[in-house]
């Protein structure tokens, strides 16, 4: 998928940074067809558990955490792992701190008061207008196809100079054509359609791909 791509894109560029010990990287991809990978509570853990690995100040926050919920026998709540995530962050000092959540879209949007989709939009907002966290070092980055409900959720929270859409990109559209037209091509199965059969297929799945 081309989210998963770009987000291992900024993944690799800023894993220069982290190397050097100047960046805190932890990032999180969604996934519809894995049920650990698609809620608030699995988000947050995922993070919390990456952070903890980069520094003393974080692996204490963590094991604080740890031994306040009766050594693990205690299930955390959604609130009380996210005040765990902002205290991390509090305590990056002069690091700068990025969090990559991959694939949003596929944080299922079902029936239900909140969904998990509702819960991840919630947390997001409240990771973005947290007065304490509003600073310069902390760098929150969402790739996800631009469905109605998480746009709405998002484009408030961020300024159109920092929003990127591939969707629409003459790029983007044809490297999505020629990925296409090389199955086509090279299928066994295909070699004896008719050319024009095959531009068909081609431009019928460009068209419905959605820039994905």
Not at 60 to 78: C, E, N, T, V
Not at 84 to 110: F, H
Request: net charge neutral.
């Amino acid at each position: 998928m081309t989210y998963i791509s770009i987000s291992s894109a900024i993944i690799e560029d800023i894993k220069g940074n982290f190397n050097s010990g100047s960046a805190h990287v932890a990032f999180f991809f969604f996934d519809f067809k894995d049920t650990r990978k698609q809620d608030a509570r699995a988000l947050l853990s995922s993070l919390i558990v990456q952070l903890s690995s980069r520094t003393q100040p974080f692996y204490r926050i963590l094991f604080d955490f740890y031994s306040a919920h009766k050594p693990g026998l205690q299930q955390p709540g959604i609130g009380a792992l996210t005040k765990c995530l902002e205290d991390m962050i509090k305590a990056s000092g002069d690091v700068p701190i990025y969090l990559i959540l991959g694939a949003l879209d596929e944080c299922p949007n079902t029936k239900g008061m909140p969904s998990s989709r509702d819960q991840v939009l919630d947390l997001v907002e409240k990771l973005a207008t947290q007065p304490t966290l509003n600073v310069p070092r902390f760098h929150l980055c969402i790739t996800s196809r631009p469905e109605i409900d998480i746009r709405s959720s998002l484009e408030p929270l961020v300024s159109p100079c920092n929003r990127i859409s591939l969707h629409d990109q003459s790029g983007q559209k044809k490297d999505i054509a020629n990925f296409i037209r090389g199955v086509v091509y090279s299928d066994k199965n295909m070699r004896r359609w008719r050319d024009e059969d095959k531009e068909l297929v081609i431009e019928t799945l460009s068209d419905k791909a959605d820039g994905m």
